[in-house]
């Protein structure tokens, strides 16, 4: 049976994902596992935050899928599938707290440069190479810290595309990376009944609080969803970092 307290948690931590989720694209786990983690062990927090991760992140796939392009999509997508196995592999042999730092730093860095700054990177011409490369780094970031999102989001947040098209790769890129961590953690045995049961109380509360995001999404600006990047990325990285200092 679930306490008043782990329902109050629990729901909290849905709502400010699933927001988050459905006006970026991303940051999921980043806002939900500091309330999820004050009353669940961690396996538990991060198996139900990549299966909310993936429910919030197919309302928003649905809401743009009309602007995906699949061959840029498939250029950040298909590295990242050779690199979720290599970040497993490396997970064994280097801390990911220490990673989890660096990344940290690093958004914060760029985050916070260009939140400061009046205006935006801006990229035109077409980046192939580079594609590739944020896509394979991502992958190995998420199988090893669950960040995969943290790189594109960066790179992303510099080109001249309409927000559709941003979001258009942005999204279904972390449900594809996020899905296939979970059914990882799925062949682990890691949604057992309690697990379940308790997917099942957050997912209403994130479903809606995704809606609402989406809803605040569809009224911003192109320029308006590039500085909600930069700032995301500042506050992911302060969450982040706060996250790991409690820890220690």
Not at 39 to 62: F, N
Not at 95 to 116: E, M, P, S
Not at 119 to 132: A, G, H, I, Q, W
């Amino acid at each position: 049976m679930l306490s008043m307290e782990f329902v109050f948690f629990l729901l909290l931590g849905s709502a400010a994902g699933g927001f988050v989720n459905g006006l970026a694209g991303f940051g999921t786990a980043l806002f939900a596992l500091g309330w999820w983690l004050q009353v669940m062990p961690p396996l538990q927090a991060v198996a139900v935050v990549l299966a909310m991760s993936v429910v919030s992140g197919i309302q928003g796939v649905i809401v743009v899928r009309r602007a995906i392009e699949w061959p840029r999509l498939l250029r950040f997508l298909l590295p990242a599938l050779v690199g979720i196995p290599i970040g497993l592999q490396i997970l064994e042999r280097i801390n990911a707290d220490h990673l989890k730092i660096v990344v940290a730093l690093f958004l914060l860095a760029y985050g916070g440069f260009f939140t400061l700054r009046g205006t935006l990177p801006s990229l035109s011409r077409p980046t192939p190479v580079v594609d590739s490369g944020v896509g394979f780094v991502s992958g190995i970031l998420g199988a090893i810290a669950g960040l995969s999102g943290a790189l594109p989001t960066m790179w992303l947040s510099m080109r001249d595309w309409p927000k559709e098209q941003t979001r258009a790769v942005l999204q279904p890129f972390n449900v594809v990376v996020l899905g296939l961590s979970a059914l990882m953690l799925a062949w682990n045995g890691a949604y057992g009944r309690e697990t379940l049961l308790t997917m099942a109380v957050a997912l209403p509360a994130t479903m809606i609080a995704a809606q609402a995001g989406l809803w605040t999404f569809k009224r911003l600006t192109d320029t308006q969803f590039r500085r909600l990047l930069v700032v995301m990325m500042f506050v992911s990285g302060l969450l982040l970092l706060a996250r790991e200092a409690m820890a220690w």
